[in-house]
C-alpha cells in the first residue's frame, strides 16, 4: 500500500529525494512519516508530516538537511535529503498513522518495503 523509491548510491555531500506513494487506499488524512534502519541498529525515526501537511517533525540530526512533504492530492509523501554523508547510509521505509507524530516505529501502522540509501565518503 505504500511504495518507497528514490534510493541509491551517491558520495558524501549529494542530495536524494525519496518519494512515496500510496496505493489501494487513501492517506489523506493519515499523518505520513520516513525511518530508516542501519545494518545492526534498530529503526530510527527521521520525519513526519501531518495529514494536512501542516505540522513537520524531525530527528534534531536531520533538521535543516532534510526536508518532508506531501504531494497536493496528499496521498504522496516525499523526503528531500541534502548534505548526505556516510552516517545516513540505510534503508529508508515511508509509513503512516492515523493522526498525530510518534518517534516510535510500533506506533506506526502502515510500512512501505524500503528504498536503500547508500553514501560513499
Known amino acids: 500500500q505504500l511504495q518507497a523509491s528514490g534510493g541509491g548510491l551517491v558520495q558524501a555531500g549529494d542530495s536524494l529525494r525519496l518519494s512515496c506513494a500510496a496505493s489501494g487506499r487513501t492517506f489523506i488524512t493519515y499523518t505520513m512519516g520516513w525511518f530508516r534502519q542501519a545494518p545492526g541498529k534498530e529503526r530510527e525515526f527521521v520525519a513526519a508530516?501531518?495529514?494536512?501537511?501542516?505540522?513537520?517533525y524531525y530527528t534534531d540530526s536531520m533538521k535543516g538537511r532534510f526536508t518532508i512533504s506531501r504531494g497536493n492530492e496528499k496521498n504522496t509523501v516525499f523526503l528531500q535529503m541534502n548534505s548526505l554523508g556516510p552516517e545516513d547510509t540505510a534503508v529508508y521505509y515511508c509509513?503512516?498513522?492515523?493522526?498525530?507524530?510518534?518517534?516510535?516505529?510500533?506506533?506506526?501502522?502502515?510500512w512501505g518495503q524500503g528504498t536503500q540509501v547508500t553514501v560513499s565518503s
Open positions: 508530516i501531518t495529514e494536512s501537511g501542516g505540522n513537520t
Open positions: 509509513a503512516a498513522r492515523y493522526r498525530g507524530s510518534s518517534a516510535t516505529a510500533s506506533d506506526w501502522r502502515y
